[in-house]
């Protein structure tokens, strides 16, 4: 008995040893960060995104060591088989518009291999947004942030998207935007 609980024991060490193996987690464009892309120009609603539609958000290229990321087309390939940890936000901005109970929905996340399906993403954060639900003199800002640990092979492609619904109804003037300046992506490989 004494023996079987000292192999467990000794095995149960090896795993966490062995699991503190990869590289220090870093906050800054160092250590295991592989990249951090953020800001361009507003995106507006019917100009740059309709209805109902699963819409990639590309970002300008910020911090990208290993070269992975298009910028035009906001696609990260995956370097190399690994855990990888994403985080993102994406900030929506509304007009103004007299309270109604009207509203939509703005959901972010991330496609894998482009697929647009909900089983196929990951991250995925939905916001419900109110026509004229907001403070008076205060930016009317919906922040939508993702975050996940995922196991990602080498080659897979790693997409920012954006879905809304029932746009028209969050303000009284359509005026909709996604502003790039305050969104980001980063991704840290993990192990």
């Known amino acids: 008995m004494k023996k079987t609980f000292l192999i467990i024991l000794l095995c149960s060490l090896s795993i966490i040893v ?28 019917t100009v740059n995104w309709q209805d109902e539609v699963v ?3 590309p970002l300008n290229e910020g911090y990208d060591p290993l070269n992975a ?7 990260f390939t995956v370097p190399e088989d690994g855990l990888y940890n994403i985080k993102s936000r994406v900030r929506l ?28 993403n990951s991250g995925a954060n939905d916001i419900r947004v109110i026509r004229g639900a907001f403070m008076s003199g205060f930016p009317n800002y919906y922040d939508s942030q993702s975050h996940s640990t995922i196991w990602l092979k080498a080659g897979q492609k ?12 969050m303000a009284a003037d359509k005026k909709v935007s996604i502003i790039r300046d305050a969104c980001y992506l980063r991704i840290n490989k993990m192990l």
């Not at 062995?18 to 995106?43: I, K």
């Not at 103004?96 to 509203?103: A, P």
């Not at 920012?160 to 029932?166: D, E, K, M, T, V």
Request: charged content about 15%.
């Open 18 to 45: 062995g699991a503190q193996t990869g590289t220090p987690w870093s906050t800054t464009d160092s250590g295991n960060r592989v990249l951090r892309v953020t800001g361009g120009s507003e995106y507006h609603f």
């Open 93 to 120: 901005q509304v007009g103004t518009g007299k309270f109604n109970g009207d509203g939509g929905l703005f959901s972010t996340g991330y496609s894998i291999d482009n697929n647009t399906e909900p089983e196929g």
């Open 158 to 169: 790693i997409k920012l998207i954006f879905y809304a619904r029932g746009t028209a109804n």
């Open 69 to 75: 990321y298009d910028p035009a087309t906001g696609e």
């Open 55 to 57: 819409t990639p958000l």
